[in-house]
């Protein structure tokens, strides 16, 4: 088991950056895949981007590859999200999402266990 607390969300001008970030608990975290997904108020969620356990394979979006880029740091027990070139159509609440070994279908909100309360990225045009 273990608990996701996401921060790091804000209001941005089009064309800024945010970093969020993901802080899990519990000391078996590097065990964990990891993923973003993003959700409109009364949409489902969807993917943004995943990272294996060992952090040596990610998975994107393809609205967001190239601007976004996800990355774990297993000693901190966190899990990160570097936004860039922001977008109107990005405003979200952004989760993070974790799953015990490998996930089959990273790309899949189904294929994750562990879910955070989300923080609110706002890009305004």
């Known amino acids: 088991q273990v608990q996701l607390v996401e921060s790091g969300g804000g209001l941005v001008q089009t064309g800024g950056s945010l970093r969020l970030s993901c802080a899990a608990s519990?000391?078996?975290?590097?065990?964990?895949?990891m993923g973003w997904f993003q959700q409109t108020p009364g949409k489902a969620r969807t993917f943004v981007a995943a990272?294996?356990?060992?952090?040596?394979?990610?998975y994107y979006a393809d609205s967001v590859k190239g601007r976004f880029a996800i990355s774990r740091d297993n000693a901190k027990n966190a899990v990160y999200l570097q936004m860039n070139s922001l977008k109107p159509e990005d405003t979200a609440v952004y989760y993070c999402?974790?799953?015990?070994?490998?996930?089959?279908?990273?790309?899949?909100?189904?294929?994750?266990?562990?879910w955070g309360q989300g923080t609110q990225v706002t890009v305004s045009s």
């Open positions: 999402a974790a799953s015990w070994g490998s996930v089959s279908t990273p790309v899949t909100a189904g294929g994750y266990t562990y």
């Open positions: 990272i294996s356990n060992n952090g040596g394979r990610t």
């Open positions: 519990g000391r078996t975290f590097s065990m964990y895949s």
